[in-house]
C-alpha cells in the first residue's frame, strides 16, 4: 500500500509561475524524498529532507516538512518548460530498513 | 557517481517466455537493491528487496516464483519474469542503496526495462 498520497494528481501552470504539490503520509519517517521522472524514463532525486529538519531549498525547490501533520510540500520557483514531469514523494520509513515508499504522484505541466 | 544501469532498456516477448532484467551499480558496491514495478500513469510498487547473498524479501502480493531475483554480488542483481503474461507488461526498475549520510541511505536509481509481453 501507499504510504504517501499527493496532491494535486495532475497541475497545469504557464512557464515563469511557481508549482506547489504536497505530500501527505500515515507514519513515522526518517527522511522524505522527492523525486523527478520525465515520461517513461527512471527517476531523478531531487531532494532530501530529514524528519529533524523543517525546510530544506536546492535551486528552485524548496521543500517543507511538518511531521505534526505528516506532510510535505515541493516548491518550485519560476517554473521552465523542462519542468514538465512527474513528481513523487517517498517516504524512509523508521523500521522499514531502508524501504522507500512512493506517492502516487503529481502530473506536472508547464505550458511555454 | 552513483549510476545504475539496467539492461535492456525495452524487451517484447512472447507470451510463456522468460525475461531476465539485469540491474548493475557501476561506480559503487550496493548491499542492497531494490526492484519496482510502475504501470502507465501510476506511482512506483516495491516488488522486493534484494540483499547480497542471500534470498530476496518480497512484498505482499509479489509473487516469488514468478519474479525471480538474484543477487549474486555487490554490483549486480538481475529479475527473471518467468512464463510471462501480457499483464505482467509494466516499466520495471531496480535501485541501488548506498550510505549517503549519517544514518541514512540514499536510493540510486536505474533507467528502467519496459517489458511487453505479446
Known amino acids: 500500500s501507499q504510504q504517501g498520497e499527493e496532491d494535486p494528481q495532475a497541475l497545469s501552470i504557464q512557464e515563469g509561475e511557481n508549482a506547489t504539490m504536497n505530500c501527505s503520509y500515515k507514519?513515522?519517517?526518517?527522511?522524505l524524498q522527492w523525486y523527478r521522472q520525465n515520461s517513461g524514463r527512471g527517476l531523478v532525486h531531487l531532494i532530501l529532507i530529514r524528519s529533524n529538519e523543517r525546510e530544506k531549498h536546492s535551486g528552485r525547490l524548496r521543500v517543507t516538512l511538518d511531521t505534526s501533520k505528516k506532510s510535505s510540500s515541493l516548491l518550485i520557483t519560476a517554473s521552465r518548460a523542462a519542468d514538465t514531469a512527474s513528481y513523487f514523494c517517498?517516504?524512509?520509513?523508521?523500521?522499514?530498513?531502508?524501504?522507500?515508499?512512493f506517492g502516487g504522484g503529481t502530473r506536472v505541466l508547464v505550458k511555454p | 557517481g552513483a549510476v545504475v544501469s539496467q539492461h535492456p532498456s525495452w524487451v517484447i516477448c512472447k507470451s510463456g517466455t522468460s525475461v531476465k532484467i539485469e540491474c548493475r551499480s557501476l561506480d559503487f558496491q550496493a548491499t542492497t537493491m531494490f526492484w519496482y514495478r510502475q504501470f502507465p500513469k501510476q506511482s512506483l510498487m516495491l516488488m522486493a528487496t534484494s540483499n547480497e547473498g542471500s534470498k530476496a524479501t518480497y512484498e505482499q502480493g509479489v509473487e516469488k516464483d514468478k519474479f525471480l531475483i538474484n543477487h549474486a554480488s555487490l554490483t549486480l542483481s538481475t529479475l527473471t519474469v518467468t512464463s510471462a503474461h501480457p499483464e505482467d507488461s509494466s516499466f520495471y526498475i531496480c535501485?541501488?542503496?548506498?550510505?549517503?549520510?549519517?544514518?541514512?541511505?540514499?536510493?540510486?536509481f536505474g533507467p528502467g526495462t519496459r517489458l511487453t509481453v505479446t
Open positions: 535501485s541501488a542503496s548506498r550510505l549517503a549520510g549519517e544514518l541514512y541511505y540514499e536510493q540510486y
Open positions: 517517498a517516504t524512509d520509513v523508521e523500521a522499514a530498513g531502508n524501504k522507500l515508499t
Open positions: 507514519t513515522s519517517i526518517n527522511n
